[in-house]
């Protein structure tokens, strides 16, 4: 088993801490807003310890859109490069846990469909994406 090694940052090693140790009652929602979000469950593409990220609620169907945004900083998070380097993640959405695959999208039409789906649930999205000169990742998680 891997070590798991929290995030740095208080407020994502909190929620995570919030949302695990309620078993999925508690710490549902990102910070202020009131919006759900999920605990993606991945490995570090360096250390091979376990990460935790805590991101915004966006499915599709029975799958999940995960969108790499960093809030429109000019590098993509952390995460991205450990999905790129594994597939394998594990989504906590509330009390329910999945082990899924991921798969970054960049066929251009189904980006885009996915694209539209992620602004209806988290509007700043847009936003994110108008303030970087990156293409924020998307990557679709599918149960295994």
Partial sequence: MAEYIPSPRDWVR??????ESSG????????ETGLPVVIVTNRGNKTGAIRKTPLMRVKDGDNYVLVGSQGGAPRNPVWVYNLR????????DETDVYSMRVREVEDDPERARLWD?????FSPYEEYQN????????FLAEPV
């Fill in 14 to 19: 909190e929620q995570v801490e919030l949302y």
């Fill in 24 to 31: 999925g009652t508690d710490g549902t929602t990102l910070r």
């Fill in 85 to 92: 380097a594994d597939s394998g993640v594990e989504i906590r």
């Fill in 117 to 121: 789906i992620a602004v209806a649930a």
């Fill in 131 to 138: 303030k970087t000169t990156r293409k924020i990742p998307v």
